[in-house]
């Protein structure tokens, strides 16, 4: 079993930044791939960036590229979503997920391909 435990939402003007954490516990050996989605009122939730295990490629949204940075910490466990530069149309609530199994190309942004999912975190971007 793995759980997920997103931080750092909250309330930013337009132009800020804000960093959330996702700190994974249990079987972290099974996780892999290691995402961040959102998901806006009355939308789908959508993929924002990733960072596979090996080698920490790394995946971007279109919306995000240039603006937000993911990391991953040594031991491969948390997960890091810097969003800089954010826009009123960022505000979501932030879900982190894991994979068993590196996701490359596309693959990233499916929804299915991960495993386990936090509760997720808000953020709210004031125009």
């Known amino acids: 079993q793995v759980e997920l435990v997103e931080s750092g939402g909250g309330l930013v003007q337009g132009g800020g930044s804000l960093r959330l954490s996702c700190a994974a516990s249990?079987?972290?050996?099974?996780?892999?791939?290691m995402g961040w989605f959102r998901q806006a009122p009355g939308k789908e939730r959508e993929p924002v960036a990733a960072?596979?295990?090996?080698?920490?490629?790394?995946y971007y949204a279109d919306s995000v590229k240039g603006r937000f940075t993911i990391s991953r910490d040594n031991d491969k466990t948390t997960v890091y979503l810097q969003m800089n530069s954010l826009k009123p149309e960022d505000t979501a609530v932030y879900y982190c997920?894991?994979?068993?199994?590196?996701?490359?190309?596309?693959?990233?942004?499916?929804?299915?391909?991960?495993?386990?999912w936090g509760q997720g975190t808000q953020v709210t971007v004031s125009s």
């Open positions: 997920a894991a994979a068993a199994g590196d996701l490359y190309g596309s693959r990233w942004s499916y929804k299915g391909d991960y495993a386990h």
């Open positions: 249990g079987r972290t050996s099974s996780i892999d791939t």
């Open positions: 960072i596979t295990r090996s080698a920490s490629i790394t």
